[in-house]
């Protein structure tokens, strides 16, 4: 008699259809937004070209080694981010709930941001683009005067999308438009992670491939609009000087850290699903190498845009002098023309200068309109909308733009939520009973109601409290407490061993020293500075109000006492479950030594669960 | 186009066009439109006259209303716009955008959401159908199971109800021939 041998435990978790499927997930989770709109800003700001030599380095002893590190350990012990650091040691449970609670707060307002790109892109299918023109005043005598007085495009985001009030303390109403493009992107996210990562390994082929579509198509759209070379070189001259400024460093190395989605817990989630024999240092350096460089060819286009975009306003600024001189002076058409309005300009300013100071010119400089740096949703949503209206055919790049856009945001989705599907799946109190599907809809639909708070005329503010406090502070924390806990309480032989079943080589001298040294040194001097930095400058933000007398200029507040606590508890929340949860297994092996018959648990090792 | 002679008579019969149909009891000739002080710029002063009131000019405000409302035929009349075209002091009305009944974003979000939802209710449906199956197999399965504990004997690997005992092959070489065996 032969017995049918037992179904190991293993072959019940889902997998991979392919290695394939795990890359792009896990690129696609690295590649989100950030790149697009955050790496160029700070490449022009921190002198061009030069920025990337701190950016590399950061990439080097920052990036590559904690990417590798969370990679490893989510293969090696194949559990979701709250079970695997509660199996490395009971004390560090706290950071896989840490890094949950933050994967959860940024979910939230992360959809948020979605919901925009989701109202833009159905508003682009509509000739002429609503952003482009101001709507007229009631008595139809002249524009509205909000939109006279700043621009259509931020007339569009500020007064038509947001409906923004002027302080962060004035709620204001549910914008019933936001609500139902809110309730259409959960949905998205419902039908693209129903089944975890069955259903997104297949979305992933598509969310996570078409934005490098898009963005060479506009690559090579964007080279052939006028004025882009001067957008390029602006971007790309490097200013060696800027070095020398520690900021530059200390942006250099978030900008990597945030940009690489690390300590969320997806990535541990992602490769948990993996084989454990598979070459998870070759997975590592892959992704972190994919992620700089798409920063670097996204940043290409955004920079020929902008050009083009700083070209047309010196052009436009120019012909309304030129205009208004030809009116006063009666001079022919066309006898001033750009290239030569230098030249007219000082030949009229010896000949007639009462007249030409009368006349109130505004001095046009290039360089001034290529200083106008955004960085964020501005970027997005109203220099590059404004791009697209001078663009010919300005409903399709519209539609490619903010699909694109839409796709770098749902991929990045796809690992926030698996790093909170994941663990949740492994708790011992929801497993067996719930089904897959449902857990997933009773996530997002918890997710949306609270979401709701975000379309409150006040919401764009919250959403840039929870973007700085609640996506910062927290991650470096768990960060460094998980590069700690793998190197001195797990032991780094121990796992180097790991390491060594299951990629067939042990890990080289330069992970030994950035895990053991140089990483949590970074770690922690990036730490120390950033926390000093925001502690520094009372925290302040730019309201868009009407009213005030700067207007268009935003309007510089302070955040009233309750905001702030609630900044310090969005930043402090997530670490403070390290500690605490230490404490409480501190508490609870020593109540549990005093029981005689109680014994240790093994100690627990990598290859012993997979053998 | 250049301006030249021929141009500033069109732009006096223009004129003399529009007094003529705002003020209805005209006979303004194109004489009575009188231009002076053109520049090279093509910009100049002109007047209209009223020759039935003793040559004095029409009142400027007239003038700006019959402008004013054939604006569009003097501008087509020269092939130029309102932004090409300037009168001084007479500012162009703006012209409403066009507001279709039902927003256009409505129908794209409705098309979107339809789409959405047909695919989340045909990825749940799959899974139900997939997970009934599942155990409809396992079902069949632990029946199975059952049914071998309690009777199973195998006989070279094959359970016994397959082999049918009752059906059998007769061997030819030991059954056959009972002639071999020599009798006692």
Redesign the interface.
């Known amino acids: 008699?032969s017995v049918p041998p037992e179904v190991p435990k293993e072959d019940s978790r889902p997998k991979w259809d392919n290695k394939f499927q795990y890359i792009l997930s896990c690129i696609g989770f690295a590649v989100g937004l950030g790149n697009m709109w955050r790496f160029p800003y700070l490449c022009q700001i921190h002198g061009g070209g030069a920025f990337l030599i701190p950016y590399f380095i950061a990439l080097l002893f920052e990036g590559i080694p904690l990417l590798h590190l969370e990679l490893a350990l989510g293969q090696c012990l194949r559990k979701g981010s709250i079970r695997a650091w509660n199996t490395i040691s009971p004390y560090l449970g706290g950071v896989g709930v840490g890094s949950w609670m933050v994967s959860v707060l940024v979910s939230l307002y992360y959809n948020t941001v979605l919901t925009w790109v989701?109202?833009y892109f159905?508003?682009s299918?509509?000739e002429p683009l609503p952003w482009s023109?101001c709507?007229?005043n009631k008595n139809?005598?002249?524009?509205n005067e909000e939109c006279y007085r700043s621009t259509a495009v931020n007339y569009f985001w500020y007064r038509k999308t947001l409906n923004i009030t002027p302080d962060v303390t004035e709620s204001g109403t549910l914008q019933w438009?936001l609500i139902?493009?809110l309730?259409?992107c959960w949905?998205?996210v419902?039908?693209c992670t129903?089944?975890g990562i069955e259903?997104t390994g297949k979305a992933i082929y598509v969310t996570a491939t078409f934005p490098y579509l898009v963005l060479t198509i506009f690559l090579i759209h964007g080279l052939t609009l006028p004025g882009a070379t001067d957008g390029l070189a602006y971007l790309f001259t490097p200013n060696l000087n800027t070095l020398k400024n520690p900021r530059v460093w200390l942006d250099a190395a978030t900008q990597i850290f945030f940009s690489l989605s690390l300590a969320f817990g997806g990535l541990i989630a992602f490769s948990s699903y993996n084989s454990p024999k598979n070459d998870c240092e070759k997975d590592a350096v892959t992704v972190a190498i994919v992620n700089s460089m798409t920063s670097l060819y996204a940043s290409i286009p955004v920079f020929s845009v902008l050009g083009f975009k700083a070209t047309t306003g010196y052009w436009d600024c120019l012909d309304r002098n030129i205009i208004s001189i030809?009116?006063e002076f009666?001079?022919?058409?066309e006898s001033i023309m750009r290239e030569n309005y230098t030249a007219w300009i000082s030949f009229l300013n010896s000949s007639h200068p009462e007249k030409i100071a009368g006349l109130k010119l505004k001095s046009c400089d290039l360089q001034e309109f290529l200083d106008q740096s955004v960085s964020g949703t501005g970027l997005a949503f109203i220099i590059f909308t404004q791009a697209i209206i001078l663009m010919p055919g300005s409903q399709a790049w519209a539609i490619l733009f903010f699909i694109m856009l839409f796709s770098l945001g749902l991929s990045s989705m796809f690992g926030n939520i698996e790093g909170v599907f994941t663990p949740l799946l492994e708790l011992r109190i929801i497993s067996k009973s719930i089904?897959k599907?449902l857990l997933s809809g009773i996530i997002c639909l918890i997710s949306f109601l609270i979401a709701l708070c975000f379309t409150l005329g006040s919401g764009s503010y919250w959403i840039d409290i929870f973007d700085s406090y609640a996506g910062t502070v927290p991650l470096l924390v768990i960060a460094f407490f998980e590069v700690i806990g793998v190197a001195y309480v797990y032991k780094i032989k121990r796992f180097s061993k790991d390491v060594k079943w299951m990629t067939g080589r042990k890990p080289n001298l330069y992970w030994q020293i950035t895990w053991r040294f140089i990483s949590p040194l970074l770690l922690l001097i990036v730490f120390l500075a950033f926390v000093t930095l925001q502690i520094q400058k009372s925290p302040s933000y730019a309201a868009w109000n009407p009213k005030y007398e700067g207007f268009p200029m935003k309007e510089e507040k302070a955040y009233p006492p309750w905001v702030l606590a609630i900044c310090a508890l969005l930043a402090v929340l997530p670490c403070a479950f390290v500690p605490l949860v230490a404490l409480f297994h501190l508490i609870k092996q020593l109540c549990r030594s005093k029981d005689p018959s109680f014994v240790q648990p093994e100690v627990f090792s990598c290859q012993g669960a997979n053998s | 186009y250049a301006w030249d002679a021929n141009e500033e008579y069109l732009f006096k019969a223009m004129m003399a066009f529009a007094m003529r149909r705002y003020s209805s009891k005209s006979m303004t000739q194109i004489s009575n439109v009188l231009l002076c002080n053109v520049?090279?710029?093509?910009?100049f002063w002109f007047v209209v006259t009223d020759s039935s009131k003793n040559v004095t000019t029409v009142p400027g405000s007239e003038v700006e209303a019959a402008i004013r409302m054939n604006r569009n035929r003097i501008n087509s009349a020269f092939l130029l716009s309102d932004k090409t075209l300037q009168f001084v002091k007479i500012t162009s009305t703006?012209s409403?955008?066009v507001e279709p009944s039902t927003p256009?974003?409505l129908i794209?979000?409705g098309v979107?959401?339809c789409l959405?939802?047909a695919?989340?209710v045909c990825?749940?449906v799959a899974?139900i159908h997939q997970?009934k199956k599942k155990n409809k197999e396992s079902t069949e399965r632990e029946n199975l199971e059952e049914k071998c504990e309690v009777t199973?004997t195998?006989e070279n690997g094959i359970p016994c109800e397959a082999l049918d005992l009752k059906a059998g092959h007769i061997n030819g070489v030991f059954a056959a021939d009972d002639e071999r065996f020599t009798s006692l």
Do not use: H, K
């Open positions: 008699l989701m109202w159905i508003n299918f509509q023109m709507p007229l139809r005598t002249g524009f438009w139902l493009c309730a259409a949905a998205i419902y039908l129903i089944r259903t030809i009116n009666d001079l022919p058409e089904r599907e | 520049t090279d710029r093509v910009s703006l409403p955008p256009v974003w794209v979000f979107v959401l959405i939802l695919g989340i990825l749940v899974g997970r199973i195998v």
